[in-house]
């Protein structure tokens, strides 16, 4: 990529009423560009981020043998009188069609997903089924100021799984459960598994994944020693307290950010569309399905959150929109053309790279860099050319001067 | 993939107001299912096919130097207050939150475009712009009748271009009529070019490229012998005219389908935003713009329409969902081993396969497997071990014996 032709360059035009890290320094470093509260563009850069997170979703549900389809996000109201979500759930958007038919915005998808699956399923040799989409989802939220960690419109991965009794689904839980701290341990981030209130969906409890930062909207109890966490809004407990797990260690209090759940939904669709299967003594019964949650974009928002300093973002390497940010300085010939044979080599050894060509200054195009976030900068002037080297810098640590060579092998031996 | 856990089978189970092949031939071979007119979930397998087909649009649209982005659906009444379409565009959603906020929802987004690509725009020296996305648009059709090929819900690649003059339109035009031309091609799909009227858009003319076939919705006017082609709504001529263009050959009349367009905008959409660019004249000037669909949906459905035949569904290679079927007849461990090995094989080589291993009968699996319309179907069974061959026969040629390793050498010489 060139920088000079890409749409969406950075830009010191940050709407005044976006009050968290994550909006200011993706819109500032041109990767997001806000259409109102809640519902923001995905310029080249950021849509390149939210397609390297949903890839890396996709890899590890794909590991654990759920299958990827996609359900349309223009649902018929009956399928959500059925369930009293049509009512009971506040932050649905309904819509009617010219025609009088109304429908109901997708901001989670049992309503679809039951018939759908329940129509392929006679009896319990059809069971277990797990399937998931990533998608985009709608919510009518009274307020969105967080940025891409609460959005009206937001990309999420769903999953439903379908047993033919609890201790099934209890066994695919612990593998899923397994899957969401890969992925989140992959993104670099450290998630705590919570027990909280199931909400609309279940009068059972849910499980939440939760990452630690300030610019969270919940606020979690935690052990010091043991893996004991919980929502502070169904906690009989406080800070301070002992661990009523391990009964070592010592409850803390932090602010965290959702990033992931699971609802054990228990019968509740299967009876509420009448849909049953056969079982193994021959009677009907209900299926107990599961929804497991997973935000892709809100997910992009957490890790800015997580990842930045007062210069900019910091990728993390697997997800960053290129792993090579190479900055000319100076215009001459020379330079241009070392600049050049460097970005074709990166190129030809499949080492994504985002060239900065602009005939602009030093100061700018070094700022640039670090508010965009790339984790190697490459810098190519007459200065290097003289030692036949370039000046290689990470993100977060100090410059060196290297060979080509040695930064292809650099790259080579450390895969994104 | 194995077939018997994969979710989405072929079923008899189709809706009986489908009426066109699409819509029966993908539903009866577990491609996608109807959630209601006009809206389809996509199973494994379509979803595959879906993303196949975007994947070549996304190639030809980056060849050209456009760049990829991705708006949100829901928009603000104003932007489209501000262009007439909140009144004129009949086929526009329209919702309301609880909050008494009003939404559209994206079916274009010129509204939506224009203030974010002129955001980045000054002067002449910033243009021209080309932007893209694939993403999902919503009508409020009347009727959907047509399966894929019209939906409430559909998958579009919209693209956008903003141009100092006509001439840079006209020059970008041509170039992306080629990448048209390359993307249909590459889909095994001849496609005309018509003029037709620019409906709500524009007063100007529009381009559409159309495909012959009976399951289409346009009626064209095409020469036989040179590429003058027109849709008769604003055609002066009937069939068994001369050519207006050539003046040698002689005019036919066919049913179409419509399989991408291009509107030439003019300036409305600055002119309705207000949103002007200095020009080499030093004077304040309303960018050109053009529009750019290609229904990617809509091509799933065509495709169909025209690559079918009794029994099933003839996928061209490049987007099949697999590119083998690999059927197993008969249960032997012998049998299973065998087959198991030659997917593994073939896995390992790259060769997408997908494996029905059932016990169920060679009627059935052979049956489904001409259904599901996957290129390469290889049978092997106790009689095809004996020769130590395996069967293997094109979707729409006579079977052969031959060896895995000619197999492995035919389909890695013909890369899909």
Redesign the interface.
Known sequence: MKYS?????T?R?VARDEVTANADLLTRAGFV?K??AG??????L??KV?NNIADIVREEMDVI?A??????????KDSWVRTGAWENV?VL???E???GREYA?GQSEEE?VTP??M??VQTYRDLP?H?YQIG?K?R?E?RSKSGLMRG??FLMKDMYSFHEDQADFDRFYEITKNAYLRVYERLGLVAKVTEASGGAFTEKISYEFMVLTDAGEDDILYCDQCEFCINVEIADLQSGNNCPKCMQGTLAQARASEVGNVFDLGQKYGRDFGLSFIDRSDSKQFPIMGCYGLGISRLMGVIVEKFHDDRGIIWPEIIAPARVHLVNIGNSDEVIDHANDIYTRLCQQGISVLWDERETTAGIKLKDADLIGIPYRVVVSSRTLEEGKVEVKPRTDEPALITIDELISRLNSTPA
Chains 1, 2 share one sequence.
């Open positions: 032709v890409m749409f969406g360059k830009t035009n560009e259409l109102m519902a923001y563009s995905y310029l080249p950021g849509l939210l043998g299958d990827e389809l996609l359900m349309p996000m223009l649902h018929p506040d958007f309904k819509l069609s010219r025609t915005l679809i759908l699956v129509s392929k089924i399937v985009w709608f009518d009274l009206r419109e």
